[in-house]
């Protein structure tokens, strides 16, 4: 058979394979077994991993010290969600203009989007930072949420379209004889269809905004009930000695939301961050 | 086409405006308006002068080509460390073995979560009193005594390259893992009836059919780690002196902690002025493959 190994060279895949691994995941696994351990058992000299008196505590002193843990992550799942709607309004027509019309002017729009992927927060957060003092609208959460919406459209725009090119054109011809308007067939004919294609780009958009939501917030937000996690946890541990049992427990509670999403729905979330990768 | 009888058709721009406007406002009028403001004196002060390059000179007699040339320096180690690491992973994944299934999942953990609170996690491994690298290292005897890993030069602009890795390796190794199983399978069996071992198929079938994509990656990989701000903004934000103070650092510390937006926004043109580069060529790769596959 082709892919019969010889047993040394399952030895070498595995070894290769649980080295890569080790590398990956050894963090979070530390990560973990800190979380556990009392912050005066850490330092301890040769080290060790594990504790005699490991707990739990930490995940039940970490909301009393830092006080606003439960509003940073509900802050975060509130902004991303209202990026991901907000994001969606935008995505779904233009996905659908970009997969069904020839109009001129496509592929430089298309390619004018695409290029917004290669531009860091960083270099546009000058304007953005002088028009928001002026508007006001700094340490707002619109402050936080515009910004990560236009960063989430072009993945976007760009996941929905390939989905969108697999629906039959027939479906759109056949309405379109029996008489409906262009608004009414993308309404009621090919949304309808296209809702699983579009509930993974909310997922993968929704995820995206979950991570992204750094540089924003700690540049536009100054007002901490405002912040999102990971801005929380910065700066409440940066004033202060480290605790960093808690550190660690709050950290890992804090990306249990996605990695559920992704234990569920990782089949969709690796074909939509893999698309370019096979050619259609 | 049906749909296309009637002579202008702006149903399609109609629908493009929500998201056009969005990216108008937030991305394109402000990199115009930073080129604008490179040129004046802008501060916390309402006004603000025309001074000419005075900011591209007074830039570029302070170190600033150092801090090019670092940031060049971070990118390409991170960016060989990532393709080559990602290479060898989904090379290991693409093997026929009992459990790849469950392994391809647990690769993906550090690309999913935000990057913040995976750094937060390597900011205790590089900890000296209480973190696992340096506890490692100490018991093992490689060190003699507790190691601040991001306390010194070197060692702190390594650090920050590590945890990049971490980052953006799950990312390389499922698309070229993608590449690699989208390869038919007939043409691994041709060479196997003719007698090929597996290392050479590798070599003359796998490699080749996977370049494309290995091109298409470093190059992506090397704009975003080129951008990349929060794994240094949160391990040292550009310390210790500097040593890992790259442009996207330095732009947002002269811009936002000290207040000086034209001095700050000449460096975020020159940031731009590299992205340009970066992307103008990833767009003609991606069109001479696309043409390239069209002639096959």
Same mark, same amino acid.
């Given at each position: 058979m082709i892919n019969k190994y010889r047993w040394y060279e399952f030895v070498l895949i595995y070894a290769g394979l649980a080295l890569f691994l080790t590398f990956i995941l050894a963090p979070f696994i530390t990560a973990f077994t800190v979380s556990l351990r009392p912050m005066q058992s #850490? @330092? $301890?000299?040769?080290?060790? @991993? #594990? $504790?005699?008196?490991?707990? @739990?505590?930490a995940y039940w002193e970490m909301w009393s010290s830092v006080p606003l843990l439960a509003r940073y992550m509900i802050n975060s799942i509130f902004i991303s969600s209202a990026i991901t709607i907000c994001g969606l309004l935008a995505i779904v027509p233009a996905a659908y203009a970009f997969a069904r019309f020839e109009f001129s002017g496509r592929t430089g729009l298309l390619a004018g989007f695409l290029a917004v992927n290669m531009v860091s927060g960083a270099v546009l957060i000058i304007p953005l930072y002088k028009v928001m003092q002026q508007l006001g609208v700094l340490n707002t959460y619109f402050a936080m949420i515009v910004p990560g919406t236009a960063f989430v459209i072009p993945t976007g725009i760009w996941l929905l379209r390939s989905y969108l090119m697999k629906i039959p054109r027939e479906l759109e011809e056949a309405a379109w004889v029996d008489g409906a308007g262009k608004l009414y067939t993308m309404i009621r004919v090919i949304l309808p269809i296209a809702l699983p294609g579009i509930m993974v780009v909310a997922i993968a958009t929704f995820i995206a905004a979950y991570a992204q939501q750094f540089i924003f917030a700690l540049t536009f937000n100054s007002v901490n009930e405002f912040n999102p996690l990971p801005v929380g946890l910065f700066q409440f541990f940066g004033r202060q000695t480290v605790v960093w049992n808690e550190l660690m427990a709050a950290s890992l509670v804090g990306i249990l939301p996605v990695l559920l999403l992704y234990v569920f729905l990782q089949r969709y979330i690796v074909a939509g961050l893999t698309a370019g990768a096979v050619k259609e | 086409m049906a749909f296309n009888t009637r002579k202008t058709d702006y149903f399609p721009y109609l629908l493009l405006i929500p998201a056009t406007v969005v990216t108008l406002i937030v991305v394109a009028w402000p990199l115009v308006e930073t080129i604008r403001l490179s040129f004046t004196d802008a501060s916390l002060r309402p006004v603000e002068n025309y001074v000419g390059f005075a900011n591209y000179e007074k830039m570029f007699s302070r170190r600033f080509p150092e801090v090019i040339a670092r940031t060049f320096y971070w990118m390409a180690l991170s960016v060989i460390f990532k393709i080559v690491v990602g290479t060898l992973g989904a090379v290991l994944l693409n093997?026929?073995?009992?459990?790849k299934t469950l392994m391809r999942v647990l690769v993906m953990p550090p690309w999913i979560i935000p990057i913040p609170i995976g750094v937060f996690i390597w900011g205790w491994m590089y900890n000296g009193q209480f973190g696992m690298i340096s506890g490692i290292g100490q018991s093992i005897g490689l060190l003699e005594g507790p190691f601040?890993?991001?306390?010194?030069k070197s060692s702190a602009f390594f650090s920050t390259i590590v945890t990049d890795v971490w980052i953006g390796t799950p990312l390389v190794t499922v698309y070229l893992l993608a590449a690699m199983q989208a390869i038919s399978p007939d043409l691994h069996e041709a060479a196997w009836v003719d007698g090929a071992s597996r290392f050479y198929r590798f070599r003359r079938i796998t490699l080749p059919l996977i370049m494309p994509a290995i091109a298409t990656m470093s190059l992506l990989s090397a704009i975003w780690t080129f951008n990349s701000f929060d794994i240094i903004w949160i391990l040292t934000e550009g310390g210790p002196r500097n040593a890992t103070t790259t442009m996207i650092i330095d732009t947002y510390k002269t811009a936002i902690s000290r207040f000086k937006y034209g001095e700050g926004a000449a460096r975020a043109v020159m940031i731009v002025i590299f992205l340009s580069l970066f992307s103008t060529f990833y767009f003609l790769m991606i069109s001479r493959l696309s043409k390239k596959d069209k002639e096959v």
């Open positions: #850490l @330092f $301890s000299i040769p080290y060790r @991993f #594990l $504790s005699d008196n490991m707990t @739990f505590e | 093997a026929a073995i009992p459990g601040e890993f991001l306390a010194f």
